[in-house]
């Protein structure tokens, strides 16, 4: 007989985890991470730029924030703009392990080198998942409630018809983290200048004394629109080169990876069956930031499993409150912010100048509602500067607007 869990999770990223975290230290509920990776660092893909809800919310410890910084800065070709913010940046990798760590020594099993291959299906309810070691062995896990948390591999939630990838819009993004000097009174800097990332926005975050991570990250529609021929990799070499308040002596690591996202307005429950994080695309749409949402998506997606398990219950209507939750909480944000998205990387330089004289513009009340995603429609739709170029991309638009499923 396979061995039964309370829960499965498939993924050990920030979502995954926290998942597990959730469970071990509300319940004596037993649950199983599985991640393919052989070690939780190994996924290093995130610049882990985040906000004193991740840090304060979920008790992470010092020893894995590189930086804190005071204010958030946006630059644009020709203007630029600072408010001041809490901000954190994690050493994402080691990050991943505390979370793991922490879980484990709450009684989770975290299994590395083992990657889910598919789910288990029984009378149309989910009750575990397939998986294959790195040695090649093939077994399964059984659950009364399994949970995805893959991130855009969506390893369960795009088979089983929750989250379709092939119409989702995908995005890559490319960092180094060098120890050199960084001119900018250690603030989080995001540029909207396609001379520094067609289709996208460019960073720079401190990551400690005489340390900071830089990259580059696009949209991939809106950068095929200026093609160029030259690589990310192009890009972040002249980003970190070519801008004198930053100076690169040594590189001590590169982190890439890819987003996958659409309004998150997606089946998440189903029977025996969760989705969480970026497998649900959870990842903010208009800046890229996924580690508040996914975890946020993780403690709504846990407390209501946790009380189906109560009842008994593993079935769609007990699950669906952590579906209607998200919608309510995030999802018709992000649906919206979807559309602004559209917008803002296919912004020419005017409007690029336009936003960030905007956002410039922001009290401070206001600033912080953008922080949290709660500025009300007609403030977010104020700080783009719509011209009647941007009517071509009216059905679009209103395709997004039209195309969530209702719950
Ligand atoms: C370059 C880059 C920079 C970013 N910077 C920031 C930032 O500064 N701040 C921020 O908030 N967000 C940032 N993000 C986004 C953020 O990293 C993600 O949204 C977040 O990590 C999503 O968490 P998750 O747990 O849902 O998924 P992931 O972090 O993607 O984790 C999924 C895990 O599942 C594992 N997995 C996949 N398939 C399988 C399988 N079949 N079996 C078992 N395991 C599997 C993966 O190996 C991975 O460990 C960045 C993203 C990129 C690409």
Redesign the pocket.
Same mark, same amino acid.
């Given at each position: 007989m396979d061995p039964e869990y309370d829960f499965v999770v498939?993924?050990?990223? &920030?979502? @995954?985890l926290q998942f597990a975290r959730e469970v071990v230290s509300n319940s004596d509920r037993s649950v199983a991470v599985?991640?393919?990776?052989a070690a939780?660092s =190994?996924?290093d893909? #995130?610049?882990? /730029?985040?906000f004193p809800e991740v840090v304060e919310g979920y008790g992470v410890p010092d020893n894995v924030v590189m930086a804190e910084a005071g204010s958030v800065t946006f630059e644009s070709p020709n203007n630029g703009c600072r408010h001041p913010m809490d901000t954190y940046v994690l050493d %994402?990798p080691h990050f991943l392990e505390f979370l793991g760590e922490d879980a484990a020594s709450d009684g989770a099993d975290v299994l590395t080198g *083992?990657?889910?291959?598919g789910p288990v299906v029984e009378n149309g309810t989910v009750r575990g998942v397939r998986?294959r070691t790195a040695d090649g062995e093939d077994g399964t896990l059984r659950a009364r409630i399994t949970v995805d948390?893959? @991130? &855009?591999?969506a390893?369960l939630s795009d088979p089983l018809g929750y989250f379709d990838t092939g119409t989702a819009h995908r995005g !890559?993004?490319?960092?180094i983290e060098a120890e050199g000097r960084y001119d900018t009174d250690d603030t989080l800097l995001f540029s909207f200048d396609h001379a520094d990332a067609p289709g996208g926005y460019a960073w720079t %975050?401190p990551a400690g004394e005489e340390v900071f991570k830089a /990259?580059v990250?696009w949209v991939d529609e809106f950068r095929a629109a200026r093609p160029d021929g030259r690589t990310i990799t192009d890009y972040v070499e002249r980003w970190v080169e070519t801008d004198p308040r930053w100076k690169v002596e040594t590189v001590r690591a590169r *982190?890439? @990876?890819?987003?996958v996202w659409n309004d998150s307005m997606n089946r998440r429950a189903g029977d025996g069956f969760l989705a969480? @994080? =970026?497998?649900a695309s #959870? !990842?903010n749409p208009l800046f890229?930031? /996924?580690?508040?949402p996914?975890m946020e998506s993780a403690r709504m997606a846990a407390e209501v499993a946790l009380s189906a398990l109560r009842a008994g219950e593993v079935s769609r209507p007990w699950l669906l409150p952590y579906e209607r939750r998200w919608n309510d909480r995030r999802g018709r944000a992000w649906k919206l912010q979807r559309v602004v998205s559209e917008l803002l990387y296919d912004f020419d330089d005017a409007q690029q100048d336009a936003f960030v004289e905007r956002v410039a513009a922001l009290p401070p009340g206001k600033a912080e509602r953008l922080r949290t995603y709660e500025l009300d429609t007609l403030s977010l739709a104020r700080l783009y500067p719509f011209r009647p170029k941007d009517l071509p991309k009216l059905p679009t638009i209103l395709r997004h607007l039209r195309g969530s499923r209702p719950t």
């Open positions: 498939a993924g050990a990223g &920030p979502a @995954g599985l991640e393919r990776n939780l =190994d996924n893909k #995130s610049t882990g /730029g985040t %994402f *083992h990657r889910v291959t998986y948390a893959t @991130g &855009p591999a390893t !890559i993004g490319l960092e %975050f /990259g990250c *982190h890439a @990876g890819e987003a969480v @994080g =970026d497998a #959870s !990842i890229g930031e /996924g580690i508040r996914g």
